[in-house]
């Protein structure tokens, strides 16, 4: 697998509140990584991200290793517990630095396992597969544009200038228990991945995506060319790409984790 992320504050952000994490798993099991978007803006959002990320990380693979079932119902559990943790950890901040009293973020995380891979996910950060069908989302916003979108309150049109179309309406954080969605996939021949926070297809129209996405490029240069692009369509808010590729010949790095503190 060739795997790469780039994160970038922007065009407008005073910080970068987004994190990503990338790796393979020990005994070259497969592969996790992992995109979080500190909420909105708001104070201590890089705080939430980093939290998030570094305890289902540390949560999941602890699990791995010990774990001899690889069943689908265990998996399932075990990226719910790593999701749990990464909640109670991220609410357990807010309690540490009052002057955080709205810490959130989204997380989405991808686990790839021999011939298929998981994803889990709270927010709007989203999964795109590319193949020769083109560009499809694999995971649902949640958010409240997402919920008037499918009740039919909302076009799509009218969707991208809603003033609040950054409301989410499950995130890793505010509450006690967070809801997150699960989905199983199949790896087929040909197919590569992105994982991204919103500043990314909020700048970036999708067929401008799927034309890197499946450039045929290394999955470092495809994440290079995303931030770059949407730094060019002048991205209001901070972007952030993990790209996986199926057996390129350019290997690129295996593990990395990137946010406002460095990597």
């Known amino acids: 697998m060739d795997i790469y992320g780039i994160t970038d504050i922007g065009c407008a952000r005073q910080r970068n509140e987004d994190s990503i994490h990338w790796q393979a798993l020990p005994g070259e099991q497969g592969f996790l990584a992992l995109v979080a978007d500190g909420m909105g803006g708001y ?16 949560c999941l693979l602890s699990a791995l290793e010990t774990t001899t ?3 689908n119902d265990n998996l399932r559990l075990i990226l719910a517990e790593a999701g749990n943790l990464a909640n109670t950890a991220v609410r357990q901040e807010r309690l540490n630095h009052p002057q955080y009293p709205k810490l959130g973020t989204t997380l989405l995380a991808m686990l790839v396992l021999g011939d298929g891979f998981w994803l889990v996910h709270a927010g709007d950060s989203r999964c795109y597969c590319a193949s020769g069908d083109g560009l499809q989302p694999l995971t649902r916003d949640h958010s409240l544009v997402q919920e008037l979108l499918d009740k039919g309150s909302l076009t799509a049109r009218e969707a991208e200038r809603a003033p609040f179309r950054n409301m989410l309406t499950r995130a890793v954080g505010p509450h006690p228990q967070v809801q997150f969605s699960f989905a199983k996939h199949r790896i087929q021949p040909g197919e590569s991945w992105l994982l991204c926070s919103d500043g990314l297809y909020n700048a970036l129209p999708a ?3 799927d034309y890197w996405m499946r450039s045929g490029k290394s999955a470092r240069e ?38 406002a503190t460095g990597g």
């Open 43 to 58: 104070d201590g959002g890089d705080l939430a991200s980093r939290v998030a990320v570094s305890y289902f990380t540390r």
């Open 69 to 71: 079932d690889f069943s």
């Open 207 to 209: 067929p401008v995506i």
């Open 222 to 259: 495809i994440a290079a060319a995303l931030v770059r692009e949407s730094l060019r369509h002048n991205a209001q808010d901070n972007v952030s790409v993990i790209v996986l590729r199926q057996n390129h010949s350019n290997r690129s790095e295996q593990h990395g984790t990137f946010s």
